[in-house]
Each structure stands twice: as structure tokens, then as C-alpha cells.
């Protein structure tokens, strides 16, 4: 349904910046950007009255990504530092696809991210009343007037840059037609997208947006909040300044694609002489990240579609995908402090959100051992029926997390690629004859293998020396390789979900394709009857521990019996960094 012109938010900018080392797209560094600074003078100043209040406001037709956290920080973040306060409100004025799931949903993961909106949440859809006794005052001081027209002529009329405006033959109607006409809108008089009602500015304006804007269509759809009430609904562009006044808002920051509507909200404040000081808008650089879609719309196809199972897959870069994941809520946090604020658009490396999740849960993950492609070994010295508990670091970057015991018996589960018939250079883990250190347990030496009927290994035997107990012998014999292992007759079986990106290119859609086509069929690959350490029948939804040599996994938030590579335990970050400069 086409629900005439310039009814929704505009579409975000698509201009991105050079592959971004952080700092360089950094005005300044955080705590001092340049919206930080102007609000700081701002109160030094005593404008506002020496007040300082932000909104968080959000359209409930989705749920939040990583994207919105860096406006959160941004609107919440500013308001503390300045003793402000920030609020959070919805911007529901597009019934179709708003609903109250995500309402309950937002503000879940706004709490979860470790913020709090000043009172109550506030709502667009409560100020609908007074937005229209508004109106009806533009219509009256001859500032706006219904156009009978259709969305397409309007919109065709608007002209473009260089190209004039044309002027709707129902502009002039006399203010008392333009009332009786909006209230006949406002009582369902007329069909859907018949009839606008348009701000009367000026059609030759250089800025598009003052070219007598629609700032009410004609919409019958139920809304989630005020149900059947309204069958016209207000613009973002008419709802929005207008919201923050009733509010109190002093700053009103937002993303770089409504720098042109600025002179918009403007306009319509000027128009409603309140009495007190007006909200200013100040815009800021969007996030974007490599390998990442951040607009609602394409995520909301990636769930329609199935190309996700929801909101909260893993793979999704919404809050809830994150947190799911495994991502700590203060690693976000350290990501968009670090990428700052900045008035270009650019391009981030997914890797430097990866690192800092990494470096929190480096310090904070317990260590555990896990196989995630199990193969057998037997120890054939080993004698029947033993089991010791050997010791084991719970976390080395904290000692205070103290240490584990871990069964050990004659037989025990490894990965499969720990062990190769015929070792090439530089593989200097288990083959036979070769001898290596099972971590926190003896050195084994492999001595024989069993094979199925097409030759594969099947099974491994190994010796082991009973005099290696806790990773050293007496005679100070070195390896080269340390392996990880799992006591096969008291390890638990759980499936583990490994990840790549979901999308191949750096740039999804780049080039003007639909992003959709650059999805990594790979993106999931889950892992059945990996064999996993008996303590971990003990975490906690949620939970991230480390994996011995292969990552860092999340326990699943509902399902005991599944883990998440947040990621891995290499550095790309690091990595990338050294090729540029290169
Ligand atoms: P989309 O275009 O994907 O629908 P949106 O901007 O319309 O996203 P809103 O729910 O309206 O989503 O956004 C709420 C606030 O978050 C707005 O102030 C918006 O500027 C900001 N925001 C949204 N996406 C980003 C982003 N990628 N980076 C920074 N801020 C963002
Ligand atoms: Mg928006």
C-alpha cells in the first residue's frame, strides 16, 4: 500500500566512508565529541536554562541492533555527564508495522545494555491529540492545507534538486475548506491515501523537505495503542520536533539522513510559538559495520524470510542476537565508546566490536575443556577402571577464580585434527610415535590405530607416562604440543553452534543489489554429540566460558542442551591492523 510521500523515516544515508581505523573517524575522542562539546557549552551558557535532556526514541517496528546502541550511549551517556536526564520514547506513528512485542522487547534490551530512561516511557501516539489541535492552528494561520491529490502527483510535484517544484492547484484553499476537510479526515470520511494534509512552505525551496511537506495521511489501520481511534496519522516530520518540546527536550540528536529535515523541525516549532526555549536537533555519523545489515527493514526480511530463526539468532546484530551470542553487554559499551561520535558516516571493522568482546571475556570466562569432533583414544597402560581427578586453572587471567578438578581415565575423547596418520611439516600434535601433552593430564604417545573398512581412523592408541602428572616429567623431557581432551565415560554430549558472517562481502548490497543475495550459506554450522567436560552440565543460561584452544561459547538462553561460539580466540583485529600498514 502506498501511504503517500514522505510518511516514513527517510531511508539512511548510504555515502560510507573509507575502511575506518577507529581513530581516524574520530573528531575527537570520546568523552569530547563535538555534540558533547556543544551541550557542555551549552549549559556553561545557562541556554535552557541550564537544562540538559535528551530522548532515546525509537520506532517500535523492530527490535534494537548495534546501531542503536550507539545512539543510546550517545542520548543517555550525554544526559548523565551533564547531571541531564534522558527518556526514552516511542515514535509510533506508523500502525502498520508497530507492535507491542516490540515495545516489551526494546526496553528489555535497553536494560539489558545497562541503561535507564528517565520515567515512565513516552509514547508519540499519547501526544496525537494535541498534534492535531496543532494542526488545526497551522490550518487556521493559512500554514497548511489539504491537497486532494495522490501520493504520486505529490511526489512527482516536489520536483528535485534543480528541478522546480509545482505548486498543488488545491494550495490556496481558503483556511475555513482546509478545516471542515481535515476534520471530514479525521472522521473517515474519505478513502485511505486520498487526501493529505500538506505544510504550505515553499515548492522552490532548495531543501526538498520544505516543499510543503505531508504532515497527516489518511491511514486505516488498527494501531497498536489507540486501537481504531485515528484513521489519519501524523508524519515523523510533523510528530517529532513537536514531541520533544512537549517533553522538554533540550537536545534532540539523531543520525546524519535527517540533517535536511533539521529545517523542517524548525519550521514547525517557529509556527507553534511555545513558550519556552525550543529543542534543537544536532545529527550524527550512523553505524555501520562490515559484514553487517543494520536497517530494520532488511533484518525484519532476514526473520520473514527464514534466512534467521528471529530477532535473536546468533548470526543477527540486534541486541538480542549479541546477547544471545555471548556478547557482554560492557563489550558493546567499550565498542561505540571507542568509535566515538563523528558528523561522516563510516564503515567499521566488525573485528574491533569482535576484540573487545574478546578482551572482556578473556578476563572473565571461566576456562573448560571441550571436543567438538570427537575421535576415541585409548590408553593401553592405563589400568583398568582407574579415574583421577587432575587439576586444572578455572581462569589464569584470575586467580581468584581458583582451580577445577577434572576426571581423568584410560579413555578420553580429542579432536580429530589433534591427530594425523602422516604428519605434514610442522604439525607437531599427535601422529604415531609421536608423544604430546594432554593439558593439566600426562604425556601420551601414540602407538596404534584401528581403521574402518574405507581406512579412516577410527580409534587411537596411546601410552601414556605415569610419571607426567600435571604437564611435566622428572627427567624434563619437552613436547611440542599440548592438546585438550575429555574423559570419555564422564563427558557430557551437547551440540555447539559454530559461526562465520552472515553476509560474504565487507559491504553488503554494495554495487545496488539486493543484500539478501550476499548471504553466506555457511553462516551456521552446528555440531552434533561434541563431548564437553562434566562441569559444564553446570553453567548458567547465558554463561560464556572459554573452550580450551578453540573459543569462547555461550550457553543457549533456553535450551540446556546447546552452545554459541561468541568467537574465536585470534586476534583478526590485530591482524588486520598489521596488514594496512603494511
Ligand atoms: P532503520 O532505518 O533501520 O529503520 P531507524 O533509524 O529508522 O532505523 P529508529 O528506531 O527510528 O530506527 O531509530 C531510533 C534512533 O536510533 C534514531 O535516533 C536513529 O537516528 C538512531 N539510529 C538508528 N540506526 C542507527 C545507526 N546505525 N547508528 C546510529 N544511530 C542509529
Ligand atoms: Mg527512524
Known amino acids: 500500500m502506498n501511504s503517500g510521500p514522505n510518511t516514513t523515516n527517510p531511508s539512511p544515508a548510504t ?11 574520530n573528531e575527537a575522542s570520546a568523552g569530547t565529541d563535538f555534540i558533547r562539546a556543544k551541550a557542555a557549552q551549552d549549559t556553561e551558557s545557562g541556554k535552557f536554562g541550564g537544562r540538559v535532556q535528551t530522548r532515546f526514541p525509537p520506532e517500535p517496528n523492530g527490535y534494537l541492533h548495534i546501531g542503536h546502541a550507539k545512539a543510546i550511549a550517545l542520548d543517555f551517556g550525554l544526559a548523565e555527564e551533564l547531571g541531564g536526564k534522558c527518556n526514552l520514547r516511542f515514535d ?6 508497530e507492535e507491542q512485542h516490540f515495545i516489551d522487547g526494546i526496553q528489555a534490551d535497553l536494560e539489558w545494555l545497562g541503561f535507564k530512561p528517565a520515567g515512565e516511557p513516552k509514547y508519540a501516539s499519547d501526544y496525537f491529540d494535541q498534534l492535531y489541535t496543532w494542526a488545526e492552528q497551522l490550518i487556521e494561520a493559512g500554514k497548511a492545507y489539504v491537497d486532494d491529490q495522490d501520493a504520486e502527483t505529490i511526489s512527482e510535484q516536489r520536483g528535485g534538486f534543480g528541478k522546480p517544484g509545482i505548486e498543488s492547484p ?3 484553499r481558503e483556511s475555513e475548506e482546509n478545516l471542515r476537510l481535515f476534520r471530514a479526515m479525521k472522521s473517515g470520511e474519505f478513502e485511505d491515501g486520498s487526501r493529505v494534509l500538506r505544510a504550505k512552505i515553499d515548492m522552490q525551496n532548495d531543501n526538498m523537505q520544505l516543499r510543503d511537506p505531508v504532515m497527516y495521511r489518511i491511514k486505516r489501520a488498527k494501531h497498536y495503542r489507540t486501537e481504531d481511534s485515528w484513521v489519519i496519522y501524523p508524519t515523523y516530520d510533523w510528530a517529532h520536533g513537536q514531541s520533544d518540546a512537549i517533553e522538554g527536550v533540550t537536545h534532540s540528536l539523531c543520525s546524519l539522513e535527517f540533517s535536511d529535515h533539521r529545517a523542517l523541525y524548525d519550521w514547525f516549532l517557529e509556527q507553534l510559538d511555545l513558550p519556552f526555549e525550543k529543542p534543537e536537533q544536532t545529527e550524527f555519523a550512523r553505524l555501520s559495520l562490515t559484514h553487517t545489515v543494520l536497517s530494520k527493514r532488511k533484518l525484519a526480511e532476514l526473520v520473514e524470510l527464514g534466512h534467521v ?15 544471545r551470542r555471548g556478547y557482554p553487554a560492557s563489550s558493546i559499551r567499550a565498542f561505540v565508546d571507542k568509535i566515538g ?8 571493522d566488525i573485528e574491533l566490536l569482535e576484540s573487545f568482546v574478546r578482551t572482556e571475556l578473556n578476563q572473565q570466562a571461566l576456562r573448560r575443556m571441550a571436543v567438538l569432533r570427537p575421535i576415541k583414544v585409548t590408553i593401553t597402560n592405563w589400568p ?10 578455572n581462569n589464569p587471567e584470575d586467580e581468584a577464580a581458583g582451580m577445577r578438578r577434572v576426571p581423568f581415565s584410560g579413555e578420553l575423547w580429542i579432536e580429530q585434527d589433534d591427530f594425523k596418520m602422516e604428519p605434514p611439516p610442522k604439525y607437531y600434535r599427535l601422529s604415531p610415535g609421536r608423544e604430546v601433552r594432554l593439558r593439566a593430564g600426562y604425556y601420551i604417545t601414540a602407538t596404534d590405530v584401528a581403521t574402518d573398512a574405507s581406512g579412516n581412523v577410527t580409534e587411537i592408541f596411546c601410552t601414556y607416562d605415569p610419571e607426567s602428572e600435571g604437564g611435566s616429567t622428572p627427567d624434563g623431557r619437552k613436547v611440542k604440543a599440548t592438546i585438550h581432551w575429555v574423559s ?8 555447539v553452534n559454530l559461526y562465520e558472517r552472515l553476509f560474504v562481502p565487507g559491504a553488503p548490497g554494495e554495487g545496488g543489489v539486493d543484500p539478501l543475495t550476499n548471504l553466506n550459506p555457511n553462516s551456521r554450522e552446528t555440531l552434533v554429540g561434541c563431548k ?40 583478526e583485529w590485530a591482524n588486520i591492523q598489521k596488514r594496512r600498514q603494511k
Open 15 to 25: 555515502s560510507i566512508g573509507t575502511q575506518s581505523d577507529p581513530d581516524s573517524s
Open 92 to 97: 509510533d506513528t506508523n500502525p502498520e508495522t
Open 170 to 172: 488545491f494550495r490556496n
Open 309 to 323: 530463526d528471529g530477532w535473536d539468532d546468533p548470526r543477527m546484530p540486534t541486541l538480542r542476537g549479541l546477547r
Open 341 to 348: 561520535v563523528a558528523r561522516t558516516n563510516s564503515l567499521h
Open 384 to 393: 583398568d577402571d582407574k579415574v583421577v581427578e587432575v587439576e586444572a586453572k
Open 488 to 495: 570419555a565415560s564422564h563427558a557430557i554430549t551437547r551440540s
Open 532 to 571: 564437553l567436560e562434566p562441569a559444564l552440565a553446570d553453567v548458567a543460561p547465558g554463561q560464556v566460558v572459554q573452550f580450551e584452544r578453540l573459543g569462547y561459547f555461550a550457553a543457549d538462553l533456553d535450551d540446556p542442551e546447546v552452545f554459541h561460539r561468541t568467537v574465536g580466540l585470534r586476534d
